[in-house]
């Protein structure tokens, strides 16, 4: 997406005439205008240049956005524009220029305002005093108002301008609204002035004293003096939505200190090139991603993921720019630098978003289309109406100014972009990132997610669960000879009986002759003897001798062990079984409570795997998700998301890579385990904290968001339907309702204001609906046991259950007959081997919940 800033613009009229004039342009496929942060976002082949002469011939201004720009080939970075850096010049983008001098421009307006409303109001209405000169001088009087009121005005012209250079070019705006209303209350009072004069010469008292009614100065003056109440307050809270954004900025680091011919130099960011070293002391920011080369730290990443504690890293590990080094010292070299960085990545997409639009804005944008003309016809009308009806010409224009003032297009422009904002602000800060704003509306109506299952449901890394050792074969034994057999293998399930031996501090022995059979197992020789590891099948083939386990078969076994999630693996050395070792991919800790909570919201919760059904089935019990579907490959998901559509909104959760088919084709894709990796082209939101419990946060944070859309839209339409008929004194006869102008432009000066305030309240909204507790998120057994009678038969209960693998802690109740097990972080416990071990303890197994 190529973006553009936008200058001239003051309500959702002047938006929707730059979309409407650029979209015309040859070669633009799409354009979306944002009122909130004065951007435009085009897709399409047409050139800068023909869009750029498209805003200007609609009125207004605008002008490329830059952004550094990285040689991949040579790791360079450049700037175009020149301008210093993407976060700087998009930091610049959206500082708030509008504030400083609206606020120069209200003080003045009031320092004028006040001698003018002291004239106009306190004197004829409270009668205070004035000078002498002015005594019966009511032309003077009149002189003094109009003077006061056309310095107020010009104060104030950028209304005019705009106005009625937008009335020009046919395409007519707030400000043309604000323009008409108090010129128009400005040309008639002069025009009394010069009544009035006519009058003094007539010797007319009578018609002098009429006249002085008919002054509607402080009108004029109070009208713009009050909208830039609204818009000074407007432009305060609009920045306010951006500072989400503004924050992600200002966290990029400025220097960075790299490492040339063996100095230490420091040097901008923005010299930093692809292959340079660079060092980062406790307390210092990480200044662009990289790979620690020596040394080791915790680093906070806090600032891109939201996980406050910090992360343990080492030689080999990925750093990012932004995030803090908070311990040791580290020696690292460059990978990503410029727009490459995750940092800047994490800008981009977020600014993208807000220069994107949600569908439901196209009802804003259809009724800010024909708005401004339709509010003009209808104070022309009001005028003549109220003419025909026998009204002075004075009562006829107060209630067609009336109608000018009150009618507000910023709130229903404002309405949905500043909530998509805040929520898109809310998000980021989070680690959710939305690519774009139809993203963030269209999760909240999501009622089906499919989830991939590993690393997305489980941690996508096995690990060794369970050991289970022949007769006359030790543990140690067992897992020793596995572990020189696999070293070899570079199967992730190889690594995961390497990664437990290497935990136990065991030695691997040497084996000679190591052969990898496709889809069988390993074999080697050892000390002359053959060894092999691998499946049922294999071993069988292979082996003379079957042995049992605790009573079962090795068929039995493997199906056992298939039904728990796990994978077993057998190991032989010259035909005798050494036993069985079983591996699995454990699930996340999270896993079962997001399952949970997407079931609360009311969606249905679906696994797609390529495993066996066994297994597919056993994991998806423990998450606890309505529908397992096992087999799947990664090209046939598409067509199962394509079937799921049938039944409603579909989201796809996934990695980004083999599940990029599936996640293109939901209705929303969300990446899951992106790490660093932020710019996965099929996912519609990434997950920066990789954890599964994001995803009904961000369908939470969706909901909120596109509830208070609904909020803003309605107050917007509300304000307009109530305050346009009061204004028109369609009250007046059945209520005896009136309302003066000055009062109109002091509502519509709020309505804004108070819809950018209604989105910041999203601010405070809490995305997870619970914070983990690791002690909770324990997993309990409850096994009922009989045959204990006293508090010695519970010590042995105890002690045979917390001998197993995977259990923290047990405890046992001879008066219940049952006996409670808490598992370790992630682990899962085989029934078989509790059952066996309740048996061996002297004791009957009953049933485990």
């Known amino acids: 997406m190529k973006q553009f800033n936008v200058t001239g613009m003051s309500c959702a009229a002047c938006s929707a005439r730059v979309e409407k004039a650029v979209s015309k342009v040859a070669g633009v496929s799409s354009c979306s205008v944002s009122l909130l942060t004065n951007s435009m976002g085009i897709e399409g082949n047409a050139s800068d240049e023909a869009i750029i002469e498209a805003v200007v011939n609609a009125g207004y201004g605008a002008s490329l956005k830059t952004k550094v720009k990285s040689d ?5 970075s450049s700037v175009s524009g020149g301008q210093k850096g993407q976060s700087s010049n998009a930091e610049d983008a959206l500082r708030d220029r509008e504030s400083p001098i609206l606020i120069k421009r209200l003080l003045s307006s009031i320092i004028f305002l006040i001698p003018l409303m002291y004239v106009s109001m306190g004197h004829m209405m409270w009668n205070w005093p004035l000078p002498s000169f002015f005594d019966g001088n009511h032309v003077a009087m009149g002189l003094v108002q109009l003077l006061l009121s056309a310095i107020v005005m010009i104060i104030n012209q950028k209304f005019f301008v705009s106005g009625f250079k937008s009335l020009l070019h046919r395409a007519p705006n707030m400000d043309t609204l604000v323009a008409l209303g108090s010129a128009s209350a400005f040309i008639y009072s002069t025009w009394a002035i010069f009544a009035m004069t006519g009058a003094v010469v007539a010797g007319n008292e009578e018609a002098v004293m009429s006249y002085m009614h008919e002054f509607y100065f402080e009108t004029a003056a109070m009208i713009l003096t009050l909208i830039t109440v609204g818009k000074t307050l407007e432009a305060k809270s609009k920045g306010r939505t ?26 901008p960011i923005e010299s930093v090139k692809k292959g340079d070293v660079f060092l980062v002391r406790p307390g210092e920011n990480i200044p662009v991603d990289g790979i620690v080369l020596e040394g080791s730290s915790a680093v906070n990443e806090s600032a891109l993921t939201g996980e406050s504690i910090p992360v343990d890293k080492a030689a080999g590990d990925k750093v990012s720019a932004a995030t803090t080094n908070t311990s040791g010292f580290l020696k690292c070299q460059a990978v990503r630098v410029g727009e490459d960085t995750t940092l800047s990545q994490i800008i981009q997409m977020v600014s993208d978003a807000a220069a994107t639009k949600a569908p439901i804005a196209k009802i804003a944008d259809k009724v800010s289309g024909i708005f401004v003309p339709l509010v003009i ?3 022309l009308l009001t005028f003549i109406v109220w003419s025909l009806l026998g009204a002075d010409v004075g009562t006829s224009l107060t209630r067609a100014v009336a109608v000018l003032v009150i009618s507000c297009p910023c709130a229903l422009g404002l309405a949905t972009p500043v909530a998509i904002m805040v929520g898109n602000g809310m998000g980021a800060r989070n680690g959710i990132l939305f690519k774009t704003s139809a993203s963030l509306e269209a999760a909240g109506k999501i009622n089906i997610v499919a989830l991939d299952k590993t690393g997305t449901i489980t941690e996508g890394s096995p690990r060794v669960t369970d050991i289970f050792p022949a007769e006359g074969v030790s543990e140690e034994e067992l897992l020793t000879l596995s572990y020189a057999l696999e070293k070899k293998s570079e199967h992730p399930l190889a690594k ?3 990664q437990k031996a290497e935990e136990k501090n065991l030695k691997a022995k040497d084996v000679s002759d190591f052969e990898a059979l496709s889809g069988k197992g390993l074999k080697a020789r050892l000390d002359g003897k053959i060894l092999v590891g691998g499946k049922l099948d294999f071993i ?8 049992t386990f605790a009573g079962m078969t090795m068929e039995e076994k493997a199906t056992s062990l298939a039904e728990s999630g796990k994978t077993p693996l057998f190991f032989a050395c010259d035909g005798k079984i050494l036993g069985i070792i079983a591996v699995a991919d454990t699930i996340k800790e999270d896993s079962p409570r997001a399952v949970k909570e997407l079931q609360e919201m009311g969606i249905r919760v679906v696994m797609l795997t390529g495993d066996n059904e066994k297994t597919a089935q056993a994991i998806g019990k423990q998450a606890g998700v309505d529908e397992v579907i096992a087999g799947v490959l990664p090209d046939g998901k598409e067509s199962v998301i394509r079937d799921l559509q049938e ?5 796809m959760v996934g990695d980004g890579i083999n599940d990029a088919p599936a996640l293109t084709r939901a209705d929303i894709g969300i990446a899951i385990g992106a790490g660093t990796d932020v710019a996965i082209d099929a996912a519609d939101i990434v997950l920066m904290k990789s954890r599964l419990s994001d995803v009904p946060a961000a369908i939470r944070l969706s909901r909120a968001t596109l509830k208070n859309i609904h909020e803003n839209l309605f107050w917007a339409f509300f304000y307009n339907v109530i305050g346009i008929p009061l204004a028109a004194g369609v009250f007046t006869a059945a209520l005896g309702w009136k309302l003066n102008p000055m009062f109109g432009a002091a509502a519509m000066s709020l309505s804004s204001f108070c819809v950018v305030t209604n989105a910041l309240r999203l601010n405070f909204f809490k995305m997870h609906k619970n914070k983990i507790n690791h002690k909770e998120s324990k997993m309990e057994k409850t096994i009922e046991i009989k045959g204990m009678m006293c508090q010695h038969c519970e010590m042995h209960v105890k002690k045979a259950l917390e001998a197993l ?9 001879h008066e219940q007959g049952k006996a409670t097990v808490t598992l370790k972080k992630g682990a899962s416990l085989d029934e078989t081997a509790v059952k066996n071990a309740v048996t061996e303890a002297g004791y009957e197994f009953v049933k485990m919940n």
């Not at 991949?72 to 360079?76: A, P």
């Not at 039944?647 to 989201?651: D, I, P, T």
Request: negative net charge; aromatic residues 0%.
């Open 805 to 813: 693998e995977g259990v923290e802690s047990a405890s046992a109740s």
């Open 377 to 379: 016809s209808i104070a």
């Open 242 to 267: 951006t500072d989400a954004l503004k924050g992600l900025m200002k966290l990029a680091p400025k220097t960075a200190v790299i490492v040339e011919n063996g100095e230490e130099k420091t040097v």
């Open 72 to 76: 991949s080939s040579s790791g360079t």
């Open 496 to 498: 995961a009986i390497v």
């Open 647 to 651: 039944n409603g909104s579909v989201a």
């Open 540 to 547: 069988k083939e292979m082996q003379k001798e079957i042995p």
